[in-house]
């Protein structure tokens, strides 16, 4: 292990944790994730062994069966994760929102029906916000659930759903007006529902279709989805915390924690891409010696390192005030903003210390280059990102008077 991208302060627990994870993705993932990805293959074999690792329960409370660990904890965990195959955390990321949502703001008949098995990954999760037309603009959605006696019907079509397919429960926006005046604001109108279906593809359950994968350039192995809802019954216990409005401001936390996510796996990217990087520049002679030996290799591995360390303090930051209780929007911003920009960067300079090779099948530079796009749009945009970021500063910084 190099010396970029250590966390200071950690406890014993943590860091054997944070041992244990990576010597799983250099023994389970590394040797595997290439193949795996250009077969578009769900990574089952590896998803069990994480199962038994624990990592699904993360930060679920020990209560409830978790580890109970921080956001800290289970950031670094992806940032290991993502360096082995940015999918395999994709996976997690999205069952790990579901859960601290349930968490952080559920019933608690819903905390005890649904975390304990989600701790042990009995339970998938995945969460449903985005449509066909409307991108980043949540308060646009049109998704409706309607009241009918002891249920809510729900119609409408979700796009971009990450594990669509392998999730046995999906966390769905959807807006309900009952109680909310006419012109009130969209995000007060909105509802999370909290939707129980078998795995699979196609009709698996009456009034819900879960169609094929979309065929991605990148981000392989795990299954992106679309969600069609046509007259779904949900019980009204299934409502998120147990009343209508809230789903604006549950989605957005879970959001702003995900944020923190997509932040360390940006870091892991880079971390694998600055070591593949580092380590073919010492490998490749031209002219006499190797490429590393040339100035312009190690400038370039200079700013690679650079980027690398400074997108992980970043991120590390962003996790610790979140654990604090404190408000993280801006931290979470700029960590998702910059280890997202930053990622792009350092792996296209590995790219570029491949030469050719770099556009073989046959070396990881391949599959990380098709990988880090999906980053700049994952969890908001990076011009989503500037707009938090630039209001929030305002925010901050207002003249007074």
């Given at each position: 292990?190099?010396?970029?991208?250590?966390?200071?302060?950690?406890?014993?627990?943590?860091?054997?944790?944070?041992?244990?994870?990576?010597?799983?993705?250099?023994?389970?993932?590394?040797?595997?994730?290439?193949?795996?990805?250009?077969?578009?293959?769900?990574?089952?074999?590896?998803?069990?062994?994480?199962?038994?690792?624990?990592?699904?329960?993360?930060?679920?409370?020990?209560?409830?069966?978790?580890?109970?660990?921080?956001?800290?904890?289970?950031?670094?965990?992806?940032?290991?994760?993502?360096?082995?195959?940015?999918?395999?955390?994709?996976?997690?990321?999205?069952?790990?929102?579901?859960?601290?949502m349930?968490?952080?703001?559920?019933?608690?008949?819903q905390?005890?029906?649904f975390?304990?098995?989600?701790?042990t990954?009995?339970?998938?999760g995945?969460?449903?916000m985005s449509?066909?037309?409307?991108?980043?603009?949540?308060?646009?959605?049109?998704?409706?659930?309607?009241?009918?006696?002891?249920?809510?019907?729900?119609?409408?079509?979700?796009?971009?759903?990450?594990?669509g397919?392998?999730?046995?429960l999906?966390a769905?926006?959807?807006?309900?007006?009952?109680?909310?005046?006419?012109?009130?604001?969209?995000?007060?109108?909105?509802?999370?529902?909290?939707?129980e279906?078998?795995?699979?593809?196609?009709?698996?359950?009456?009034?819900?279709?879960?169609?094929?994968?979309?065929d991605?350039?990148?981000?392989?192995?795990?299954?992106?989805?679309?969600?069609?809802?046509?007259?779904?019954?949900?019980?009204?216990?299934?409502?998120l915390?147990?009343?209508?409005?809230?789903?604006?401001?549950?989605?957005?936390?879970?959001?702003?924690?995900?944020?923190?996510?997509?932040?360390?796996?940006?870091?892991?990217?880079?971390?694998?891409?600055?070591?593949?990087?580092?380590?073919?520049?010492?490998?490749?002679?031209?002219?006499?010696?190797?490429i590393?030996?040339?100035?312009?290799?190690?400038?370039?591995?200079?700013?690679?390192?650079?980027?690398?360390?400074?997108?992980?303090a970043?991120?590390?930051?962003?996790?610790?005030?979140?654990?604090?209780g404190?408000?993280?929007?801006?931290?979470?911003g700029?960590?998702?903003y910059?280890?997202?920009?930053?990622?792009?960067?350092?792996?296209?300079?590995?790219?570029?210390?491949?030469?050719?090779?770099?556009?073989?099948?046959?070396?990881?530079?391949?599959?990380l280059?098709?990988?880090a796009?999906?980053?700049?749009?994952?969890e908001?945009?990076?011009?989503?990102?500037?707009?938090i970021?630039?209001?929030?500063?305002?925010?901050?910084?207002?003249?007074?008077?």
């Open positions: 292990m190099g010396r970029l991208a250590q966390t200071d302060g950690l406890t014993d627990v943590q860091q054997e944790i944070l041992a244990t994870v990576r010597d799983f993705v250099d023994k389970e993932i590394i040797p595997v994730a290439t193949e795996l990805e250009h077969r578009d293959e769900y990574p089952t074999k590896i998803v069990e062994g994480l199962k038994e690792l624990g990592v699904f329960g993360l930060m679920i409370p020990e209560e409830y069966g978790g580890l109970g660990e921080s956001l800290l904890t289970y950031a670094l965990c992806v940032e290991e994760i993502a360096r082995g195959w940015m999918s395999v955390s994709g996976i997690i990321n999205t069952h790990f929102i579901v859960a601290y349930i968490k952080q703001h559920g019933t608690q008949e905390k005890e029906h975390l304990p098995r989600m701790a990954g009995e339970v998938r995945a969460f449903s449509e066909p037309g409307l991108g980043s603009d949540v308060s646009a959605i049109t998704s409706k659930a309607v009241r009918d006696g002891d249920d809510y019907v729900l119609t409408g079509q979700k796009m971009w759903l990450t594990n397919g392998s999730s046995t999906v769905v926006l959807c807006r309900t007006d009952e109680g909310h005046p006419e012109g009130a604001a969209p995000h007060r109108s909105m509802t999370t529902f909290l939707v279906k078998e795995p699979g593809f196609g009709r698996v359950k009456p009034g819900l279709t879960i169609p094929g994968k979309i991605k350039m990148g981000y392989k192995g795990v299954d992106t989805t679309e969600l069609i809802m046509d007259g779904l019954r949900v019980p009204a216990g299934r409502v915390g147990g009343a209508t409005g809230r789903g604006f401001y549950q989605m957005m936390d879970g959001v702003e924690v995900g944020r923190v996510n997509v932040a360390a796996r940006g870091c892991g990217v880079a971390q694998r891409a600055f070591e593949l990087g580092v380590s073919y520049a010492q490998q490749r002679h031209t002219f006499g010696k190797p590393a030996q040339h100035q312009a290799i190690q400038f370039k591995l200079a700013e690679m390192g650079t980027k690398v360390e400074t997108a992980h970043m991120m590390v930051s962003a996790a610790r005030k979140k654990d604090s404190r408000r993280n929007d801006l931290e979470a700029m960590a998702k910059l280890a997202s920009e930053y990622c792009k960067e350092v792996v296209e300079d590995a790219f570029r210390i491949h030469g050719g090779y770099g556009f073989s099948k046959e070396y990881e530079i391949e599959r280059y098709r990988e796009p999906m980053l700049l749009i994952g908001g945009t990076a011009e989503i990102q500037k707009m970021i630039g209001r929030r500063l305002l925010e901050e910084y207002r003249i007074q008077g």
